[in-house]
T-cell receptor, first 113, second 114 residues
């Protein structure tokens, strides 16, 4: 079963608007990552937030983490048509470095020009 | 850096045939992962290796699937015999032992079993 569940499953916005995607997970984690997948391509790492961090920024990306609620959000500000892709959260297996990453179902983002 | 290299990129095969998917991880990476992606089930971890040793194969669907890593620069995922429900995109990914657990994906092998 998937560790992470993204919400919403699909999101359609206009260029320039902000896009927010949410991820919930079930077990304790060491860190949480967000990945992006363009159509027909492999996943690409965007950003990692550790369990002792609450917020992290990278360019137009802002990630928050609430370990008490076991949830994270990814905010893309001032979206562009090129941001159109699927976005996945991924969590490790918690205690111990097992090397395993479990991905959520993903949010498909469409940014209309 | 060449990235993770997978072959073939696309394969169409008939039910019952053997399928072999290949992966070359990034040089120096100690972990190698095989994932399968479908619309219905999303991205599933099938198996992963550390230093060429299989660590967790609990995601391998059934005995028709097998994976090997004979050396640090090559891995195969084999399906024998293949079935239409195996149609999916199969991704290989790798990461180094140190520096966090960010993983680097190949472009995938698109498998269609008819």
């Amino acid at each position: 079963s998937q560790q992470g569940e993204e919400d919403p499953q699909a999101l359609s916005i206009q260029e320039g608007e902000n896009a927010t995607m949410n991820c919930s997970y079930k077990t304790s984690i060491n860190n949480l990552q967000w990945y992006r997948q363009n159509s027909g391509r492999g996943l690409v790492h965007l950003i990692l937030i550790r369990s002792n961090e609450r917020e992290k920024h990278s360019g137009r990306l802002r990630v928050t983490l609430d370990t008490s609620k076991k949830s994270s959000s990814l905010l893309i500000t001032a979206s562009r048509a090129a941001d159109t892709a699927s976005y996945f959260c991924a969590t490790d297996a918690g205690a111990g470095n097992t090397g395993k990453l479990i991905f959520g179902q993903g949010t498909t983002l469409q940014v209309k020009p | 850096d060449a990235g993770v290299i997978q072959s073939p990129r696309h394969e169409v095969t008939e039910m019952g045939q053997e399928v072999t998917l290949r992966c070359k991880p990034i040089s120096g990476h100690d972990y190698l992962f095989w994932y399968r992606q479908t619309m219905m089930r999303g991205l599933e971890l099938l198996i992963y290796f550390n230093n060429n040793v299989p660590i967790d194969d609990s995601g391998m669907p059934e005995d028709r699937f097998s994976a090997k890593m004979p050396n640090a620069s090559f891995s195969t995922l084999k399906i024998q015999p293949s079935e239409p429900r195996d149609s999916a995109v199969y991704f290989c990914a790798s990461r180094p032992d140190r520096g966090g657990n960010t993983i680097y994906f190949g472009e995938g092998s698109w498998l269609t079993v008819v």
